[in-house]
């Protein structure tokens, strides 16, 4: 089942990824900032929910009477603050799920990821208690079935020596003391904690992306405020507990699980939401488990530049004093716990270059599951091809978390795979076109905006580019390198781009390498 | 991708987004009871009597007591479970003996139970015994009474105001 799931999941996922960035094009493309927008939601939240509180009676009595005030009397602007409230809370709710279900068809549960996981779990636990507690306050007719049912749900737990459905047993019996308390854990308690949950969830990441694009935010609260208008956020009757609430407006994003309480009992809610939750906190550590080892550093090839460090996305790797005598100041340490052997900080290693002669190809630092030296090896064994396509033969280096690469593979057309394209460092691409081992080398990688290690892509693009350390020195002919972020996309889209660029090195000729001078060691403009 | 392609396809992802939101925040309405049915609640919180009554204490046992805590009565903490019944037009729908709460059981018995009922003419009746006594009820009390459909009809009990009353 869950081998069925890992493998039409992606492939489910890489097309519907496709239309949404033929649409917003992958920069904006809302799946690729499913937690930022997450984030966006909690603030348009927090600030709409500062507006309405200011006009908020904390009261059983005056409660109602004053949501009804702001959003029929200040409806331009009040009640537009209500809606935004609650179609924020209720988006925010989507978007974790669908960034839940992408995290966990793609894999990115796992290993050193286990923790961003783990600590996404308690979140929800935050974020559905404060929806329900902030219904409660409006004190209509789903205010008092969420009295109710919520009460009932809590007196099953060894918590209060009395029921606590006792408050809402009649009309006389509810109190403004457990009013202001529903308030204050609404306004105060959940979002305090929900801020440091957010805080402990991307503890372990790397320059987080807490906010989405800028358009993306835009086009989302201009949306949300369309919504607001056309179908405004609106009270059901009173609050009357002499009565059963019955055709309640019921927000499924919230109470989704409440009808179990009716339909089964409280003890089952606690069933499904504990069991639930506990199966998603264990399913890092559940079979398949598929770890790989950590990145290895060597002491006396590293010399403590701490380009490693500012390119692993997970603070994997930090610098220490010196511990081996050598004459420099620090060197890279890696934690094994945090890192994903993504690669990235072999290829960030001034000293992964595979033009080295002297002495052996051992970097600074290194990933033992495909070192930069077997990479060399690689690259030479696929290379040299007896025949194919004289003037157009391609070396593709590719991301392993996209497609198949073997299906890529012809007479003219050779592959090696990386664990990330930031993996390669940019000397590969240098070795490849200046010893004719191809005449073109074809970069293949996640989407921008959605590497499955986090930042190969921005990385990758940033050293071609010359804007990040290692550079493509200047002599490589730009013209022969191609860059495909693709991701998960079909093969025949990628052949197709492969072919359109063997037909531009057709047309280019055999590679005649430029002659030697100063600005051959430059970086490229 | 054209340009205007390009926004017309935000365009529906945007509008497919937010008719989701618009939907689902209010819809389809959910009823926890039929409409044209009515709810029977039973709830109250409290004591039983002493298991063990108090007893006074001889001079000699006072005399032994540290200064401070020198008391004439020695009241045993643990409380007698209740026991209720609920009975609507003479059938039994809820007989329920409630231990009182806390590690000693020295606390109060307390309930919370709901039953959807028809909606009509009905007699509702409860009892509740809390002493040592193994037959019969301290406190008994009938009403009858018509039901509304989706009315709350709310059994309480309060000794400190009789027993049971009808809300």
Avoid at chain 1, 413 to 420: H, I, P
Avoid at chain 2, 45 to 59: A, L, N
Wanted: charged share 20%.
């Amino acid at each position: 089942m869950l081998k069925q799931i890992f493998q039409a999941g992606p492939w489910l996922l890489a097309r519907i990824e496709k239309l949404y960035s033929a649409a917003f094009t992958p920069a904006w493309n809302p799946l690729y900032h499913l937690g930022a927008l997450t984030i966006f939601f909690f603030w348009v939240v927090v600030v709409s929910g500062i507006y309405v509180f200011l006009f908020f009676e904390t009261s059983v009595t005056h409660a109602y009477e004053s949501v009804e005030w702001l959003t029929h009397t200040q409806w331009y602007l009040g009640g537009v603050m209500r809606s935004l409230h609650r179609y924020a809370s209720d988006a925010a709710v989507v978007t974790i799920g669908v960034h839940m279900l992408k995290e966990f068809v793609t894999g990115r549960y796992r290993g050193a990821r286990w923790f961003s996981w783990f600590t996404g779990i308690p979140l929800l636990w935050l974020v559905f208690p404060l929806g329900i507690t902030g219904y409660w306050l409006v004190w209509d007719q789903l205010a008092q079935y969420v009295a109710i049912a919520t009460s009932e749900l809590l007196d099953v737990l060894p918590i209060f020596s009395d029921p606590m459905a006792r408050n809402f047993l009649t009309n006389e019996s509810v109190s403004d003391r457990f009013f202001t308390l529903m308030a204050f854990l609404h306004l105060i308690g959940f979002p305090i904690f929900l801020l440091f949950a957010i805080w402990l969830h991307l503890l372990r990441i790397s320059r987080p992306t807490v906010n989405p694009p800028l358009g993306l935010m835009i086009g989302s609260l201009s949306a949300l405020t369309v919504l607001s208008l056309l179908w405004p956020a609106l009270s059901q009757a009173p609050a009357d507990f002499s009565q059963a609430a019955t055709g309640i407006g019921f927000d499924w994003f919230y109470l989704l699980a409440y009808p179990l309480l009716d339909y089964g009992s409280p003890a089952l809610v606690w069933l499904v939401l504990v069991g639930s939750s506990t199966l998603l906190c264990l399913l890092p550590w559940l079979p398949p488990r598929r770890r790989k080892p950590a990145a290895v550093v060597s002491l006396p090839d590293c010399n403590g530049c701490g380009r490693c460090v500012a390119d692993c996305p997970y603070n994997a790797v930090s610098l220490a004093p010196r511990s081996d005598g050598l004459a420099y100041a620090e060197q890279a340490v890696v934690d094994a716990e945090l890192c994903t052997a993504c690669g990235i900080c072999a290829g960030a290693c001034p000293t992964s270059t595979p033009l080295r002669r002297k002495s052996e190809l051992v970097p600074g630092i290194d990933l033992p599951g495909l070192p930069i030296r077997a990479l060399r090896d690689w690259t030479l064994a696929v290379a040299v091809q007896p025949g194919g396509d004289p003037g157009a033969r391609v070396l593709v280096y590719g991301c392993a978390n996209g497609v198949n690469l073997a299906a890529l593979r012809n007479g003219s057309v050779a592959v090696v795979e990386l664990q990330c394209i930031a993996q390669l460092p940019p000397a590969f691409i240098d070795f490849v076109i200046s010893r004719r081992h191809a005449d073109g080398v074809f970069l293949l990688g996640c989407r921008e905006n959605d590497c499955h290690f986090r930042l190969g892509v921005q990385w990758t693009t940033e050293r071609l580019t010359g804007k990040r350390d290692p550079y493509l020195r200047a002599r490589v002919p730009r013209e022969r390198v191609a860059t495909y972020w693709g991701g998960r996309v079909t093969e025949a889209e990628i052949e197709g781009e492969i072919d359109a660029f063997r037909a531009r090195l057709r047309a280019l000729g055999p590679y005649q390498p430029a002659p030697v001078t100063q600005a051959s060691y430059e970086v490229a403009p | 991708m054209k340009s205007w392609l390009r926004y017309a396809g935000q365009a529906v992802a945007y509008a497919a987004f937010i008719a989701l939101l618009g939907f689902f925040a209010t819809a389809p309405a959910y009823s926890p009871i039929a409409p044209d049915a009515a709810m029977l609640k039973l709830s109250f919180i409290h004591v039983g009597q002493r298991k063990v009554e108090c007893r006074k204490m001889s001079p000699d046992e006072i005399a032994r007591l540290p200064p401070n805590m020198r008391l004439t009565l020695d009241c045993p903490r643990e409380r007698l479970p209740v026991l209720v019944e609920l009975e609507l037009d003479g059938k039994l729908l809820l007989r329920r003996e409630i231990k009182a709460s806390g590690l000693s059981h020295d606390r109060a018995s307390s309930i919370y139970q709901k039953f959807v009922v028809p909606p009509g003419r009905h007699v509702v009746s409860a009892r509740l015994r809390d002493s040592a006594r193994t037959e019969g009820f301290d406190y008994t009390r009938s009403t009858e009474v018509e039901l509304k459909p989706r009315q709350n009809f709310v059994v309480d009990f309060r000794a400190e105001t009789g027993g049971f009353s009808f809300h």
